[in-house]
Structure formats: structure tokens, C-alpha cells
């Protein structure tokens, strides 16, 4: 017989006992509840407890302290059971557990066996761009800043897997635009304010495909050759500059002229209710009043004034100063001084008719009036001449994908010719028979080809397990990384391989952390676990170079990215 | 005591109170509230439908009995209706799986092969309100092998089969005779370069076939031990006995008409596919009591080679083949550009068909025609539990699939 | 010589003969046996689930002949010694499927049936490939007709040498395809389904074949389970319909590729068969990159198939994303030697196995682990001369490298 409770309805009460019996969350083993002073509540403290990996809380002065068995700072030596204190979103301590000390409102996080090292970085990546970038030709003004979106899951990986700062750059070819420095997070990523434009990226084309060595070089002379046409841009942007300081020079003169005379006839200004419609007008009802560039905009005449109609600032060049009218010498053409109520506001009709001729008949014989000042027309701009310009200046580092050594010896001996001041290489798959090129250009590596497997026949002969430590031996800094979104999570396997194949594990270590911040120029602020830096923490409950390595927790400037659900 | 003794204190209670009661497996689900078409019948208003262990129990009228400890989905408002089978439906197989181009008389491969149950295809059809598909051979073989029909969606692939070697399947037009050139303009010792070059040359071929076929079984009458066996004309053999069913895609009025007549020459009965101009011989069908399934009456353009099989669409067929008294079913077909298969009810229903007929044409007269009719195709008794909960009339275009169920399991679908 | 003894005086002639009957054994045992190898290290991986610590093997002839503990006193003597201070010793790694860059001579084109054509006619024993395979661990391998064929022909197990390679079996088992390059739209088959349909014609013919035909014999002994098939299968669909074919014939076949075989493990389970992976890679999918780990949980067995270099890498890549490190070091050591029906000899170390090994400074599947040697037959064929504590010298063999 059956009883009259039913299943459904007895699986909701049970379902509902167990909620009520079971604990709002589990504690970690071993980690000291979350401690508060008994009369101050921390506003955002609750909600942010350890473990709940659904509320990352907002950094703001929240302290954290992280006790590890093994802290690898990668700057400086290793610290075993030590604690990372973070403040904020900046690290305010590291170090052994009886150096730091822990204040009383911080957060405890425990992790008995686990390892703790900065967050990863990640020097050259493809992640957050969209097929089409990686598909076209760009140029280098064509800033990839402005079209990173998330895409899909795999991008969440990154930051899981520890990587809390990438280099996205384009796939275009030869020029694959700016790149970008990007904070991942777990649900997209967040610009790195100041570093949106990190550097002018460069991909040769000539690929694994069968071409002579004297081909490329021609081909890399031919992209380099972008340098040299810019010095006549260059020569006309300054030439600009410079008008336009005369410019501000000359309007500045012209006004306190007439500032200077119109205080000897304040009161002869006819109440002229139509101030000239041309811009450049201005002070013409109003001398000396709004004598300001900008304030005539608004201005228009009803008269028909000719030209200068669209109160655009700065005033354009010769505009048919119409009323000669009310005012002396409001108008753009050979501004003469024309005594102030001298003509009515109606002869507005007369067009460019005045001619530098009829001035002078009317200038009183007073000092000559300064010509009213054009403004300089400025050149046109072109995004990508001003992106190479950048890095002439030094501004921006160009970075060039290259693989054979003779292709690397020509970029290098281009670089140099073109006096381009910062340089960088990805890939350098070649790189190890020219290490010692590399090293007296001193330009920094970034290696993203390190992994066994199959390449191209063209590539064969060039070992990438072995290019670590060849340019090691060299003294060429270099950083490891993934070169794509998708190959993020398995960062450090990358950098084990060139442990593997001789590469010294800390150096391995450094290649993936604060080589790369160097390379990118963040090294103030990410690398290692330092006072000072950005608190970007990964932890992994074994060394970070072996293959079955488990992230536990990942903070990204002091906000948990990513914190394991497992048990410890 | 502490919560972890707690939490497993009550574990074991509600281990043995679900051993008490039964798991959710075998428990009897009632959809009660909505309008229920079975499929051959009228509507039935707040109906109840009654399912268990994936088949239907009882579908009836407002005051049928509910068994105790059943679940019951109020679908208040809403409107069921058989899962719609869609008896020519095109996989999205590439054109180079589903042709063996080696020959153009295959008749002993089995289409069943190229299923793909996770394919995105099925699932997306499978969310129109599909709950089994007739999965055919290419079109660009005279004779391209046998179809099968599967559902939509299964625990396993095997459970989705619900009939292998369902027909065969002819093509008549243009398009068995396209591609029979050497590639790229090769030399003559490329295998295209062959036979049938013409419309004449493929039904030179469907001829040669059966002729052959009815010379085997000549022939085996007088091999009773049966030492030689040819699997191609096994098949057409059967086909010929009427063992199995022929489906022959023949879009214009020509084409139908010389489908008809192979059809008395070799004393088989065809089941005509895509079919456009079947209106032109309504009559003709009628005679020789031919089912069609017309395929995707909502297009402008007729599909396969366009101005070779000569099909001029027209809206209003379906009533006409109604009002000859030819059986007929609506499908999606070769066409690219149909619509899903209810959107092409949808169309019929508009011109000419009623509500009705126009469902009828998706559920119980595909499955009577693809002989799976005793297990799904209507709501009755004892039948699998296929079909679909609108959320409105599934013939007024607002309304799509709330919930897809196929032997009685709710199946994930695309929202 | 005759002349001169014949002159000798009585003594010198005895002298000369003790001296010939002193040196006599020495010649007899140069001639008869090379001397047996002891080596030591910190670890030996005997097969993954026998671990010896610390570790000592006894190499004689060419093979295994004791493990550890049991290695009689009087061979340790004997032997020569070598030393791996520290570092893990594991059978050198079998690479079951493979072309050895050979690939043009291993498919034949005009027809797609060719059970019968075995893979070790087309065998270069000085090959590039081949000499590459003891630098990357790799002690063994099975050079596979290609895939452009539905029955390609019969695989054999190579192995490298000093001097030159050596086959080691003949027909380790018939290579079968379904997938996309064994449809041609230049021959039959050019369609899945007709590639299905005849390899089930080819196995219904070798089924029924009474007449010892040499191409269906070779398809017989599959079915009579004296050698196992490795079928091409990539997408859903081919693996379905391998599936079909083996229940229907009754084998157990090894499912080459099967990169969609995520949503199919259970029915791959349930049918017995096994799967051949290609190498994992950094840009795969996460559900491609936890296939091995969902296999090794429903206990389907696995290995690692592909490019030479890329075999120790996609078993660092699966432990990475949950396969455990005894399944991942069995994908690329025993279980890839049980499907070339060779475990008897490669792939493990026991006793009467062949003395293929790797010396790694670590564990062999962390990649920071540097290889430091390996033998193949007991002959040292990568990485340097291993310290040897001071012994006799060595008179009857040099070790190349």
C-alpha cells in the first residue's frame, strides 16, 4: 500500500533538510577564521571569505595574508613556510612567517603543501582578438586595443591557468598593428591602464614556405623602407608645430594690439547686434571683449557675411572678412584699422569685395595693425605614420616576428640603419646560431615556439628546446611564451621543456615571469612577488614545473581570479 | 551531534526512503491541460496524456483517470502534438559522404552510415519539433543505396534506429547525370566518365537495374542453393517483391510520369519524392495508388538542377492532391532554402490545407508511408511517447517548442 | 709457424701449448657470449605499476635477464657496471603507429584493398627517421601503411640500431581506415558509406575464405584474434560504425585517431575496443585534452600514436589535464606494445624483455627531466658514456653512440 507522501515532495524535504544542516561553506583545513576586531565591520569582509570562489570581492584596502609552504619570488631567493601579505591590490609584504607581520583585520588563506609565485605573464598571445584581425593585413596605426573582445571559454582558461598578464598581438602581415597589454580575468579581461598601445608589431611573410635568402632580405629591406618615408611627414608635422606656435604667438601679438587701441576708444563701438558670422571674426561687435580664439564660434551673421558661416575654431584662413561694418578691424583681410563706428552694420552685403587696395585709403594714419594671423592648416594625419613615429621616438618598441638567422641578421642591420631605438623578436625559432648577434644588438627574445613536434621542412634544422639555453650562454634576455590564447594553459610546460633540454629552472621560472614584465616594460608593477608590485599571486599545490601541477588559487591585483573548488 | 554526522545521518534516510518509493525512472508522467491532437483524430481539449517507461498509456479527455504518484506537468493553454517526422530530411552530409561516386548503382549501401547523433543538424531540428527524420542516400546516384529512419535523439545510437533498409532510393532528373565527366578534364580513363550522361541515359539505368534484378530472380529459381548472390541485385530483387519500398525523387511532371510508368513496367509500387508538380498528375497518382512526399512547398525555386528538372513551384498544390484523394506528406527535402518542417505545414496550411490535413501531412501520414506508423506518428495507446508541447498552435508562426519528448525522455533542446 | 714449432725444442713446443690452453678460454668466451651489463640507477620503472627502488638491471644478450633483488651474485661480478646516480631508468618508449617519414612508399594508391601488402617491405633500415627515434626515448616502432587505403596492409615493429635498424616483428597487426584519406573521389570508395560497405564485403570474404588467399588471410587473422586491427576512425559517424563492424565480427580493434570519441566512450567501453590517440597538442580542445583521463576512468585502453617528437610531450600534456602518471607512462610504454601484440619484448622490463630503456634525470613525464640515455638491445644508442665505477676493461665491445 502506498503511503501517501509522494516522491517528488519527500525529495523537496529532504533536499531542504540538508541545506538547512549543512554549513554556509566549508572551512579550509587548518586556515584561521576570518578574523574581525569586535567593533569594526569591515564593509565588504563577509561576502568575501575564502573559498567562495563567486565573490570576488572589490580590492579596495582588503588585506589578505597567504601562508604557503614554498614562496618563489622569482627576485630574490626562495622563502619556505613564508607569507605574502597583500594590501589592496599591491603586495605589501613577502617574506618567512615569523618577518611579516600579519595585521590583525587581515584574511588568512592557508595552503599547507602549496606553492606560491607570481602571477604569470605572458609576452606574446592572439587571445581576445577576433578571426578577422588575425586574418588581415594591418597597418601599424591599426590599434588592437580597440577591438579585443572576450571570445569564448578558452580565454577564460588563462587566467586559471595562472597567466594574469598578456601581450595580445595582431596576425597581419608584414605589419600586424599595435599590440596590447591586458589584464585577463575570469569572465574577459581588463585593459592595463596605460599600456592599451604597448608596441608596433611586425610579421615577416615569408614563412616556411621554400624562398631564397636573398628574397628575404629584400622583403625586409622593402617593409623597413616604411621608416625612411616618414621623414617627410615627419618634416611637415613639425613644420606644423612650428606654425602653429608662430601662430599662437602672432594671434596673441594681434590681440593685445587691438586690446591696446580699443582701450583708447572703449566707447566708440557701434551696439552692433550682428557680429560677423566669420569666426575669425570675433572680436569684431565685440572688441576686446571676447577677444578669446574660440568664442566666436558661435557667432553668426545674418547679413550674409560671407565664409566662416560654421563658427568652426580655429577660424579658417582667408575668409572674405564680410562687414567691413561696425567694428575696425574685425575682419581677417588686411585687418587695417578701420575707426570703429565707421560703417553701418547694413553694408554686411559686401563681399570679399574688400580689396587690400581699398584699405589703406581708409586706414587712419595710425600704427599699422598687425596682419590678423592664420591658422596653419594641419597636415593630414595618418595613424600608421604616427605609430612608426612613436617608435622612432622611442616611445613604442617595434616587434618583429622573424625565425631563420638570416632573416634575424637583416631585421637587426634594418633596426639599426632605421635607428629604430627599441626592438624586440618573437619566435627566433634561428635564433641560436646567431645568439652572439643578438646579444651585442642587445635585443630581448621573445620565444614562442618552444614545444616538441613537427615543423615545417624548412625548419627542421632549428632546435627550439634547445634555444633557451643557447641564448642563455649567449646573455640574450628572453621570455617564454605561449604565442596563442588557446596554447595559455600550458605555459609552464613550455618553459619545463626548456628545462629539459638543459635550460637551468630558475632561469625557466624567470622566463615566464619577470623576463617577460621587462620585455613588456611593466616590470614596476608585475614579474615577481615584490613590496610594491601589483598583487598577482598563483598558486599550485605542487612545483609549477611539473606536469601534474594543480592551480589552487590565482589572485590578479589583489581580487581572486580563480580559486579551486577541489579539496586540498 | 556535529553537521558532517548530520549530513550523512540524513543521506542514508533518503537512500532508503528513494528505495521505498521507486526511483524517478519508472514513474508515470501526465501532461494534463492542453490541447492534444493525436495525430488521426480531432482535437482534444484539455486533454490528458498519460506516459510511462517511454510509451503512452492513455491520452483522453479532461476527467481520464490520473494514476497515484504520478508526476504531473500542467501545460495549461498549451498544445501537444505528435513529434513531426520529417520523411526526407537532409543531414547537412557533405556531398562527397553522401554519394558513393564510384558507381551509380549502389544499391547494397546503407545511408544509416553516415549518422552522426551529436551532429548539430539533429539537434537543431530535433528543437523544431522533429522527432524522427528519414535519413536518405545522395542525389547524385541513379540508385545511391537503402535509407533508414532514426528519432532525433536517443540514450544510446543503437536505441535511436527505428527502421534500417526502410527504401530505396531512385533518382530521375538531371542531376544523377551531372558530374559525369572526367574531373578537371581528364583523361577518358577517369571513372566519370561514364554512363548516364543524359536524362535519357538515367532512366536507361533504373531499367538495366531491374531488368537485371528480374533475371537474378529468374535465374535463383533455378539455383535453389543460391551459390551465386549478388548483393546489388538482392536488393532490387526485393524491391521487386514488394519486400521493400522504393522512394523515387522525381520533381517534374515528365519526371513523375516516367516514374509511374517504371513503376507499372517493373511491378513495383514507388513512394514519389520532392515532387513538385504532383498536382499535374494528381490524377494519374491517384490511379495507381502512389504516395508523394512533397518537398518543401514553400519555395520559390525548385531544388536540384533548377532549369533542367523544370518545376515551376505553385502554392496551392497540396489541396489539389487533397481533393484527387493522393496520400500525401510535407517535407523539407533537398531544398536549401526550406523552412523547418513545421513552417512548411505552416505554408500548406495557409493555401489551402486544413489543420488537419496539415498536421496529418507531417506525423501519421509519413510514418504509414515509411512503415514505422505502428510506433510512432500518433498519440494512441501503447505507441512510443514522440511528441512535442507548443506553446501555442503550432500552424500560427509565433509559436515554437516548449518541451521535445522523445520516448518519453525530455530532451535537451536549443533555446 | 709449422716450420718454426717443428724446430723447437721439446720445451718450447710444451711451453707454447700450456700457453695456447691458457689463452683457449678466453677466445671461446669472446666468441661464445658478450659481457653481461649491470645498471644502476636511483629508479627503475620495471612497467608502471612495478617500480624498483633503488634499481638494478642485469643485461645479457641483448635482454632482460634479472631485475633487482634477484640478480645472482656471481653475474654482478661478472658484468660491467654502469651508473645513473639518480636518475629514473624506464622502458624506452614504443611508438605504435607510425610512417617514419616514409609516407609516400606505404600507400598504395590505385585500389583501396590491400590487406595483404606489409609495411616492412618498404623498411629503410638507415633511415633519417629512423635514427632520430633514441633521441626522443623512442625504442621501438611500428612503421603502419598509411591511411589512404581501407585495408592498408600489415604493420611491423622496427627498432633502431648502431649501425642499422632491424625489424623486430614482421605483422604486428593490419592497419584499416575509414576515415576521410581513405575516401578518394578518384577510386572507390569516395563515400563513408561506401567505405564502410566494403570493408564489410573484404571481412565477410575473409570470414568465409577457405582458399588461403594471402590478402584475405591477412584479414582472417584478425578475425581469429591472432593480430589486432588499428582502424582509421576520426569522426562520430566512422567510430559508430567501426563499433558495428566489430560486434558483428567479433573483434576488438584499436580506434586510431577517434578525436570525437568524447560523447562515444561508453559504447567504445562496452565494445571492447581500444583507442590510439594522436598526440595531444597545447591548442586542442579541453575535451580532446581530458579524453585520456574519461578512457583511463571507464578502463578503455589507450596509447599515444604520431610524429616521433611529439609522443613524450602529448603524455606530459594528458597528466596535465587528469590523466593519472601510471596511466600516461602506460600510454606510451606497455599498452601501445600489447596492441602490436609484442609485449613479450618491448615496453616493459622484465625478465626475457628486451633491454630497450631511458635513463631520465627525474620523471620521465616532466618534461624538465633530461634524458640522459638510451639502450635499445643493451647497446647504448643516445646520450654520454655513463660513469663506470673502475672495472675490467672492456675487450670485447665498444659501446657506439
Redesign the interface.
Known amino acids: 500500500m502506498r503511503p501517501t507522501i509522494s516522491g517528488p515532495v519527500l525529495h523537496a524535504l529532504s533536499c531542504a533538510l540538508l541545506f538547512a544542516t549543512a554549513p554556509a561553506q566549508e572551512p579550509e583545513p587548518g586556515q584561521a577564521p576570518p578574523s574581525r576586531p569586535a567593533g569594526e565591520a569591515k564593509p565588504s569582509e563577509d561576502k568575501a571569505a575564502p573559498g567562495n570562489a563567486a565573490a570576488p570581492a572589490a580590492p579596495r584596502e582588503r588585506t589578505i595574508a597567504i601562508h604557503a609552504a614554498h614562496i618563489h619570488p622569482i627576485a630574490g631567493a626562495d622563502v619556505e613556510n613564508g607569507i605574502v601579505l597583500i594590501r589592496g591590490d599591491r603586495i605589501a609584504a613577502v617574506g618567512a612567517d615569523g618577518a611579516v607581520a600579519v595585521p590583525a583585520d587581515a584574511e588568512t588563506v592557508t595552503f599547507a603543501q602549496g606553492h606560491v609565485y607570481p602571477g604569470l605573464v605572458d609576452a606574446a598571445s592572439d587571445a581576445f582578438t577576433d578571426d578577422a584581425v588575425r586574418a588581415e593585413t594591418l597597418d601599424a596605426g591599426a590599434a588592437l586595443a580597440d577591438g579585443l573582445r572576450r571570445r569564448g571559454?578558452?580565454e577564460d582558461?588563462i587566467v586559471r591557468a595562472g597567466i594574469t598578464t598578456v601581450y595580445v598581438g595582431g596576425r597581419g602581415n608584414p605589419w600586424s598593428g599595435q599590440g596590447a597589454i591586458v589584464r585577463p580575468t575570469a569572465d574577459g579581461f581588463a585593459p592595463f591602464p596605460g599600456h592599451e598601445h604597448a608596441a608596433v608589431g611586425m610579421r615577416l611573410a615569408a614563412g616556411a614556405a621554400e624562398t631564397h635568402a636573398l628574397q628575404r632580405q629584400q622583403l625586409i629591406e622593402t617593409v623597413f623602407r616604411a621608416f625612411a618615408e616618414l621623414d617627410d611627414y615627419k618634416k611637415k608635422l613639425d613644420e606644423h608645430q612650428k606654425a602653429l606656435e608662430k601662430y599662437k604667438k602672432d594671434f596673441a601679438d594681434y590681440l593685445a594690439w587691438h586690446e591696446k587701441k580699443n582701450g583708447k576708444a572703449g566707447a566708440d563701438k557701434p551696439a552692433d547686434a550682428s557680429p560677423p558670422a566669420n569666426a575669425g571674426n570675433g572680436g569684431g561687435a565685440r572688441e576686446g571683449q571676447d577677444a578669446q580664439p574660440g568664442a566666436r564660434g558661435g557667432q553668426r551673421g545674418g547679413r550674409g557675411r560671407r565664409g566662416g558661416g560654421d563658427g568652426e575654431r580655429p577660424p579658417q584662413t582667408p575668409a572674405p572678412s564680410p562687414t567691413p561694418a561696425p567694428q575696425g578691424p574685425g575682419d581677417g583681410k588686411p585687418a587695417d584699422a578701420k575707426p570703429a563706428e565707421a560703417k553701418p552694420a547694413d553694408k554686411a552685403t559686401e563681399k570679399t569685395g574688400e580689396k587690400p587696395g581699398d584699405k589703406p585709403a581708409e586706414k587712419p594714419a595710425e600704427d599699422k595693425a598687425p596682419e590678423r594671423p592664420k591658422y596653419p592648416k594641419a597636415p593630414p594625419r595618418e595613424p600608421s605614420k604616427d605609430a612608426l613615429l612613436e617608435v622612432l621616438d622611442g616611445k613604442l618598441p617595434l616587434r618583429v616576428e622573424v625565425v631563420r638567422p638570416d632573416e634575424i641578421r637583416a631585421v637587426l642591420a634594418a633596426a639599426r640603419d632605421r635607428k629604430v631605438p627599441s626592438l624586440v623578436l618573437e619566435n627566433v625559432l634561428g635564433g641560436a646560431a646567431i645568439a652572439a648577434d643578438l646579444a651585442s644588438a642587445s635585443v630581448p627574445c621573445v620565444l614562442t615556439a618552444v614545444?616538441?613536434?613537427?615543423r615545417p621542412e624548412a625548419f627542421a634544422a632549428f632546435d627550439a628546446l634547445q634555444l633557451p639555453s643557447a641564448l642563455l650562454a649567449a646573455g640574450v634576455p628572453f621570455a617564454i611564451a605561449?604565442g596563442?590564447g588557446?596554447?595559455a594553459?600550458?605555459l609552464p610546460?613550455?618553459a619545463?621543456?626548456a628545462?629539459?633540454?638543459?635550460l637551468d629552472?630558475a632561469q625557466?621560472l624567470r622566463a615566464i615571469t619577470l623576463t617577460p614584465a621587462e620585455i613588456l616594460g611593466v616590470q614596476k608593477d608585475v614579474g615577481s612577488l615584490q613590496t610594491g608590485k601589483l598583487a598577482d599571486v598563483l598558486v599550485c599545490d605542487r612545483p609549477l614545473?611539473?606536469?601534474?601541477?594543480r592551480v589552487l588559487a590565482v589572485w590578479s591585483a589583489g581580487a581572486t581570479a580563480y580559486q579551486t573548488e577541489e579539496p586540498r | 551531534m556535529n553537521a558532517a554526522t548530520l549530513r550523512s545521518v540524513v543521506c542514508v534516510l533518503w537512500m532508503a526512503l528513494l528505495a521505498a518509493f521507486g526511483s524517478a525512472q519508472d514513474a508515470v508522467t501526465v501532461y494534463r491541460g492542453a490541447r492534444l491532437w493525436p495525430g488521426d483524430a480531432p482535437a482534444i481539449e484539455h486533454a490528458v496524456l498519460i506516459v510511462a517507461q517511454g510509451r503512452v498509456q492513455a491520452v483522453g479527455g479532461e476527467n481520464t483517470p490520473i494514476p497515484d504518484g504520478a508526476r504531473v506537468v500542467d501545460v495549461e493553454g498549451q498544445v501537444i502534438t505528435p513529434g513531426l517526422i520529417d520523411a526526407a530530411w537532409n543531414a547537412g552530409t557533405a556531398v562527397?559522404?553522401?554519394?558513393?561516386?564510384?558507381?551509380e548503382v549502389?544499391p547494397?549501401?546503407?545511408?544509416l552510415?553516415?549518422?552522426?547523433?551529436?551532429?548539430p543538424a539533429l539537434l537543431r531540428t530535433r528543437s523544431q519539433g522533429v522527432t524522427a527524420v528519414h535519413i536518405m542516400?545522395g542525389t547524385r546516384n541513379v540508385i545511391g543505396?537503402m535509407s533508414a529512419v532514426v528519432k532525433t535523439w536517443g540514450t544510446?545510437?543503437a536505441s535511436m534506429v527505428l527502421k534500417d533498409e526502410a527504401a530505396l532510393r531512385i533518382v530521375l532528373g538531371a542531376e544523377p547525370s551531372i558530374g559525369n565527366m572526367p574531373?578537371g578534364g581528364g583523361n577518358a580513363d577517369?571513372?566519370y566518365f561514364r554512363r548516364p550522361g543524359t536524362r535519357m541515359g538515367v532512366i536507361w539505368q533504373v531499367r538495366r537495374s531491374f531488368y537485371d534484378a528480374k533475371e537474378y530472380l529468374a535465374r535463383s529459381i533455378d539455383d535453389p542453393k543460391h551459390t551465386v548472390i549478388d548483393?546489388d541485385l538482392e536488393v532490387l530483387a526485393r524491391v521487386l517483391q514488394g519486400k521493400l519500398s522504393a522512394v523515387t525523387t522525381a520533381r517534374s511532371e515528365q519526371d513523375l510520369r516516367t516514374a509511374l510508368r517504371l513503376a507499372e513496367e517493373f511491378g513495383y509500387t514507388p513512394i514519389l519524392d520532392e515532387a513538385q508538380d504532383a498536382y499535374l498528375v494528381a490524377d494519374d497518382l491517384h490511379k495507381a495508388h502512389v504516395a508523394v512526399m512533397v518537398g518543401a512547398p514553400s519555395a520559390e525555386r525548385v531544388a536540384g538542377t533548377g532549369a533542367a528538372d523544370g518545376a515551376e513551384p505553385r502554392l496551392a498544390t497540396l489541396g489539389k492532391l487533397r481533393d484527387a484523394g493522393v496520400p500525401f506528406a510535407i517535407t523539407t527535402g533537398t531544398n536549401m532554402a526550406a523552412l523547418d518542417l513545421v513552417r512548411e505545414a505552416t505554408f500548406a496550411r495557409r493555401y489551402g490545407l486544413s489543420q488537419q490535413e496539415a498536421l496529418a501531412a507531417v506525423t501519421v501520414q509519413p510514418a504509414r508511408m515509411l512503415g514505422i506508423g505502428d510506433r510512432t506518428g500518433t498519440l494512441q495507446p501503447g505507441k512510443d511517447a514522440d511528441f512535442v508541447v507548443w506553446s501555442g498552435d503550432p500552424f500560427d508562426p509565433a509559436s515554437h517548442p516548449l518541451t521535445v519528448v522523445v520516448d518519453g525522455h525530455d530532451t535537451p533542446v536549443l533555446r | 709457424m709449422n716450420a718454426r714449432f717443428d724446430r723447437a725444442p721439446h720445451a718450447a713446443r710444451h711451453l707454447a701449448l700450456l700457453l695456447l690452453a691458457a689463452l683457449a678460454p678466453l677466445w671461446t668466451a669472446a666468441g661464445a657470449r658478450a659481457q653481461d651489463l649491470l645498471v644502476q640507477c636511483k629508479t627503475l620503472v620495471v612497467a608502471p605499476d612495478t617500480v624498483v627502488t633503488p634499481g638494478e638491471l642485469l643485461v645479457r644478450d641483448g635482454k632482460v635477464a634479472h631485475v633487482g633483488p634477484e640478480i645472482p651474485a656471481e653475474a654482478r661480478t661478472r658484468a660491467r657496471t654502469v651508473v645513473f646516480a639518480d636518475a629514473t631508468i624506464v622502458p624506452a618508449f614504443v611508438l605504435a603507429h607510425s610512417t617514419l617519414g616514409r609516407d609516400g612508399d606505404l600507400v598504395e594508391r590505385r585500389t583501396a584493398l590491400t590487406p595483404g601488402l606489409r609495411a616492412a617491405d618498404a623498411f629503410d633500415p638507415f633511415g633519417d627517421e629512423l635514427k632520430r627515434l633514441p633521441r626522443?626515448g623512442i625504442g621501438s616502432c611500428a612503421l603502419a601503411p598509411g591511411s589512404g587505403n581501407v585495408a592498408g596492409g600489415l604493420a611491423a615493429l622496427v627498432k633502431p640500431g648502431a649501425a642499422m635498424g632491424a625489424v623486430a616483428r614482421e605483422a604486428s597487426y593490419s592497419k584499416l581506415a575509414l576515415a576521410a584519406p581513405a575516401?578518394n573521389?578518384?577510386?572507390?570508395?569516395?563515400?563513408?558509406?561506401?567505405a564502410?560497405?566494403l570493408l564489410r564485403?573484404s571481412l565477410r570474404a575473409a570470414r568465409a575464405d577457405q582458399k588461403g588467399d594471402p590478402d584475405l588471410q591477412a584479414l582472417a587473422s584478425v578475425l581469429r584474434g591472432e593480430r589486432r586491427a588499428f582502424v582509421h576512425a576520426d569522426?562520430?559517424?566512422e567510430i559508430?560504425?567501426v563499433l558495428a563492424l566489430a560486434k558483428e565480427f567479433g573483434i576488438e580493434p584499436v580506434l586510431l585517431g577517434a578525436g570525437d570519441a568524447t560523447?562515444l566512450v561508453?559504447?567504445i567501453a562496452q565494445a571492447r575496443a581500444a583507442v590510439a590517440l594522436w598526440?595531444l597538442?597545447?591548442?586542442?580542445?579541453?575535451e580532446v585534452l581530458r579524453l585520456p583521463q574519461t578512457l583511463e576512468t571507464r578502463g578503455v585502453p589507450f596509447c599515444f600514436v604520431g610524429?616521433p617528437?611529439?609522443l613524450?610531450?602529448a603524455a606530459?600534456?594528458a597528466?596535465?589535464y587528469g590523466t593519472s602518471?601510471r596511466a600516461a607512462l602506460a600510454a606510451i610504454t606497455r599498452t601501445p606494445a600489447e596492441f602490436c601484440g609484442a609485449a613479450d619484448a618491448v615496453g616493459s622490463l622484465r625478465r626475457g624483455c628486451d633491454a630497450d630503456f631511458a635513463a631520465f634525470q627525474g620523471?620521465p613525464?616532466?618534461?624538465?627531466?633530461?634524458?640522459l640515455a638510451v639502450y635499445v638491445g643493451g647497446v647504448q644508442l643516445f646520450g654520454e658514456a655513463p660513469k663506470a665505477p673502475p672495472a675490467t676493461p672492456d675487450i670485447t665491445r665498444k659501446d657506439s653512440l
Do not use: F
Request: aromatic fraction near 0%; glycine fraction near 8%; charged fraction near 30%.
Open positions: 571559454d578558452r582558461a614545444w616538441p613536434g613537427t605561449s596563442s588557446r596554447r594553459g600550458a610546460l613550455m619545463a621543456c628545462v629539459g633540454a638543459g629552472e625557466a614545473l611539473r606536469s601534474d601541477c | 562527397a559522404d553522401a554519394n558513393e561516386q564510384s558507381e549502389t547494397a549501401l546503407h545511408a552510415d553516415n549518422l552522426d547523433p551529436q551532429s542516400p543505396g544510446d545510437p574531373i577517369s571513372m548483393r | 626522443l575516401r573521389p578518384e577510386r572507390q570508395p569516395t563515400a563513408l558509406m561506401g564502410i560497405d564485403q569522426t562520430r559517424a559508430l560504425a560523447d561508453e559504447a598526440p597538442q597545447p591548442a586542442m580542445r579541453d610524429e617528437g611529439e613524450r610531450a606530459a600534456l597528466v596535465r602518471r620523471d613525464l616532466d618534461l624538465g627531466s633530461r634524458l
